[in-house]
Nanobody, 125 residues
Framework: QVQLVESGGGLVQAGGSLRLSCAAS????????MGWFRQAPGKEREFVAA????????YYADSVKGRFTISRDNAKKTVYLQMNSLKPEDTAVYYC??????????????????WGQGTQVTVSS
């Protein structure tokens, strides 16, 4: 069992930066790949980024590649999402999630076993 709690969301102007954190509880955190997803009002939840259990592999949606960086600290049981050059279209509730499945599935919502409650990110123009 893994419990996830996101933090770090807020209101920022376009071009600004935010760092999201996702703190996990449970002894098996480092067995899971971790992902970030986001959901804007009226839209489906979409993949943002994922990182392997070791941190050695990362994956990004094309829309955030070059602007966002996912990382993890297994000793602290925390995963991060550094978001730079934010755009109004990045506005959404951001969720972290844990997946015990293979890398081929990390872009899909259904491949994740545990989810946090989400944190709001609002980017003003």
């Amino acid at each position: 069992q893994v419990q996830l709690v996101e933090s770090g969301g807020g209101l920022v102007q376009a071009g600004g930066s935010l760092r999201l954190s996702c703190a996990a509880s449970g002894r098996t955190f480092n067995r899971y790949a971790m992902g970030w997803f986001r959901q804007a009002p009226g839209k489906e939840r979409e993949f943002v980024a994922a990182i392997s259990w070791s941190g050695g592999s990362t994956y990004y949606a094309d829309s955030v590649k070059g602007r966002f960086t996912i990382s993890r600290d297994n000793a602290k049981k925390t995963v991060y999402l550094q978001m730079n050059s934010l755009k109004p279209e990045d506005t959404a509730v951001y969720y972290c999630a844990a997946s015990g499945g293979p890398a081929s599935g990390w872009g899909r919502v259904l491949e994740y076993d545990y989810w946090g409650q989400g944190t709001q990110v609002t980017v003003s123009s």
